[in-house]
């Protein structure tokens, strides 16, 4: 059977630390717009998910698909997921797998997005997710910045908040000794069944801890790939952020 993958950019307006922050503008257009259009270089399939109507109305302006889906997902996963079975009956087509693309990351690189389709050509791969070398200190401080910890074979062991690994004895040298920190980059790849059971699972007790829904997964048994990419990659999380990415654009 032919893999058939469905990109879904799942965006609310309502953020805590940034409310309408898909529609803010970076040059001449608004963020959400710098989303899709990478993400369409990787996608014969691409859709918008939003429960909001000025962002579909924006979406719609420029020339994307959009769905309008359920203000009550607590999570973009949940979002994808019912954005997967109204694009399915819209559509008909039958899609086996779906890259969740963060609507907050206009720097994503269309080969990303490719190299976590790849990922999939065994078979009996469930998630996949991509990962970036720490640059700083300040980062592995940032409990903005989700880190991550990998095995030998790049499956995900845990992901926090807080520093990890931790060491011991020395102060982390960056330069040294690169590889042994990762950042998370919030894209994830599913086989649509797998994200059909993920989003019927309950909340379970590290990820209420962390604030970090992937370790719900894991708790549950689920083996997350990761997929290193050394491409620049900065996520929009405050004012703050999107200032940075004006200068970086």
């Not at 503008?25 to 109507?53: C, Y």
């Not at 109305?57 to 996963?77: I, N, Q, R």
């Not at 845990?158 to 950042?183: G, L, Q, V």
Request: proline share 8%; hydrophobic share 40%; with cysteine.
């Amino acid at each position: 059977m032919v893999n058939q993958f469905l990109g879904i950019i799942p965006a609310r307006y309502g953020s805590t630390r940034f409310p309408g922050k898909p529609l803010a503008f970076l040059g001449n257009k608004p963020m959400i717009q710098w989303v899709w259009e990478r993400a369409s270089e990787a996608f014969t399939h691409l859709v918008v998910a939003t429960d909001d109507t000025r962002i579909r109305d924006t979406v719609v302006g420029f020339g994307g698909k959009v769905m309008l889906t359920s203000p009550d997902h607590s999570t973009g996963t949940e979002r994808c997921a019912e954005a997967l079975d109204l694009f399915r009956q819209e559509s008909s087509v039958k899609f086996t797998h779906v890259v969740n693309i963060q609507g907050d990351e206009p720097l994503l690189k269309p080969g990303d997005l490719k190299a976590l389709q790849e990922k999939f050509i065994d078979p009996e791969t469930q998630i996949v997710t991509l990962i970036q070398p720490l640059r700083s200190n300040e980062e592995l401080e940032n409990p903005n910045v989700v880190k991550v910890v990998i095995d030998l074979s790049s499956r995900a062991l845990y992901f926090s908040r807080s520093p990890i690994p931790f060491s011991r004895d020395t102060a982390p040298e960056f330069n040294h000794d690169p590889a042994r920190y990762f950042r998370h980059i919030g894209l994830y790849a599913f086989r649509a069944d797998t994200l059909r059971e993920l989003v019927r699972l309950p909340p379970s007790p590290i990820e209420l801890t962390e604030s970090l829904e992937q370790l719900r997964w894991l708790e549950n048994g689920y083996v997350i790939h990761t997929r290193v990419t050394t491409e620049p990659s900065m996520g929009v999380d405050t004012p703050e952020d999107l200032e940075a990415i004006r200068k970086l654009l």
